[in-house]
């Protein structure tokens, strides 16, 4: 006997073939024990005559010694051959089992696949029909099979025992069919209230009787796209019925009451096409009563807009005597009104489009509206530039910022312009207009008094126009009017001009000091010495000399250099000195690199040595210089140090006397 059982994914015989061959050879190995067991015969004294003969009258001491029947065992050919036979025997009844066994590969492998399923993932997921009935065909199928099945079967010599092999394969079938059969119904259920929400809806919204223009437009559009959705509705209806066919067919769980649902569908379905029928019979009857309410909405916004007009044409709205925040709530409400026409109006010209109707022009309600909107900016306007006159008046030049409020002035500008253009004839327009251009004709003093750049010097001349004593961090607009500052427009200007270019200058003259502070000389080695230094390259040098010359040149061209000039003019000077040391200390390198390597030969110190004499001293001061540049290489330093120019001059007549005399030696 052996049974079939599942470990994994594998099919395997409990116990295998090869324990039925170790019990052959367990067999084979006691029937030779149990022979060698027995008493050996030739000992025994019954047959000693025969085993122990007389010889010359004297019977031999001690029985022979006996065959070794173990040897004759292990050497019989029968013996071997019943043993191989047995075992092939056994193979062949084995391989009758493993070719039953392989009828149930089939039922390892759906075993195998339902084992690896994820039963979760199965669950939310969104299946169709065919999903469905697929799984319910196959698990069914699996479930009647694996039932069918017998429990034991005799294939052979073997009896094959597959009890445990079904016990493990319903399970797992059982496992994937508990969960079709939860989602099916629980998808089917979904998509049937669906419908009959659906259907319901849709029967109370066609068999309602329209009675504003919004429900005729909401009814004759309901009833056009409730034709376009009925071919996307009977698709739904047919997928609700096959999956509640397949419910019935499997016979999965399902509640009562939703079959008892289910089965108002298919009526429910046919009473609402009944009733889209009755509807699109009825549609031109409804379009033509559409337009008939339409076009009294029409005229009673007409008549609402003539009485909004009447109202805001009132006397009171136009008079600079009315109080501001009375006729600001007054003309609230009317714009609040005026909005809603406005919106009804687009709602019904945006109706007259849909159903290709003929647009109607709201002229009277769109002038009435834009002037509207007028008076309103009129009033608060004037009492916003009032407020904010009155906040300018009583700010401190120091916390105004010039842009924002000049930004802000050119605003109620353009604003008071829109009004006296739109607006009728009316005196508040003119007195606004009034505030607003003298706000804006203060703006480019107070921009001037507000800049940075006037200093104490400044304020000073400004004191001395208004006689009064101006101190800039408690000055206010106020306090500029009092001083009637703004009377002098041309001369605060003109100071004011002045400061910014005298702060323009010198921020000129600052860049051309920051130049300065970083611009070095590139020192290299001379030859292979470390001690021994000559200047690189001065290309670089040389143009920052010639854009800081020129740039020194246009500040002391201004008529504003006043203040600043003695430092103008110091800088100037360092930069002419600059200049001029630059040729002669360049001069004196290229003379004392020529004449270095002369003179360092001894032959030529001997036959010259006065000019070898004066040679040393310019050598010397010539490394003492590149020594000190080489520690500090700031060009403008170095260039101007006391005494440089005069010293690099010396040198230079030096050098040019050797350069003489070595001409007359050769």
Known sequence: KTSLRLEGSTLFSDPPVEEFRQLIDEIGQRFKDCVLAMPRLIIDNIFV??????????????????????????DDPKMEELMIRMCDTMGEAFEKVHEYARMWEPFRVYFQENQQMDLKQLTEEEHDVEFFATS???????YYLAEKCPEKMTVGAFMVDTMELKKQLKPSTMRCLEVIHKILPKKAKELLDQLIEFAQDANARLLNIPSSTKEYVENISFINSVQEQMSSVDDDTMVVRELYDLIQKFVVPCDAEDMATYMTLEPGMASLRTTIDKSVSELEKKKNEFRSCLENDITELG?????VKEKADQPMILDPASENTEIVSYLSNLQQRMDNLNDRAQEYRGYQKKFQMELTRFDELEETHAELKLKHTLWNVQGDFDTVSKEWGETKLSDIQPDAMSAQVTRYVKTTFQLDKGLPPNAIVPQLKAKVGK??????????????NLKQRHWAQLSALVKKDM??????????????????????????????????????????EDVWKKTEFFVLNHRDSKDVFILGGTEDVQIALDDSL???????????????????????????????????WLDCQHQWLYLESIFTAPDIQRQLPDEAKDFAVVDKSWKEIMRD?????????????PGRLETFQ?????????????????
Not at 49 to 74: A, F, H, M, T
Not at 558 to 577: C, F, Y
């Open 471 to 512: 101190k800039p961090d408690q000055l206010t607009v106020d306090d500029l009017d009092e001083m009637e500052i703004f009377e002098i427009a041309e001369q605060v200007q003109e100071i004011s001009g002045q400061a910014s270019s005298e702060a323009n200058l010198a921020n000129m003259l600052q860049m051309v």
């Open 303 to 307: 008549r609402e807009v003539r009485e």
């Open 550 to 584: 020129v740039q020194i040149s246009t500040i002391l061209g201004s008529r504003h250099v006043g203040p600043i000039k003695p430092k103008v003019e110091d800088m100037h000077n360092q930069l002419i000195l600059f200049s001029e040391t630059l040729d002669a």
């Open 629 to 641: 540049v080489k520690k500090l290489p700031k060009a403008l330093r170095a260039c101007t140090a």
């Open 136 to 142: 319910l065909e196959k698990y069914d199928r699996q």
């Open 650 to 666: 010396q040198n230079n007549q030096l050098l040019e006397k050797i350069q003489k005399c070595l001409e007359e030696y050769s």
């Open 49 to 74: 005559s025969y085993v122990r003969p007389i010889v010359n009258k004297r019977r031999e001491e001690g029985p022979p010694e006996p065959p070794n029947l173990e040897i004759i065992l292990d």
């Open 439 to 452: 706000m804006k004709e203060k703006m480019p003093t107070i921009t001037d008094l507000c800049t940075p």
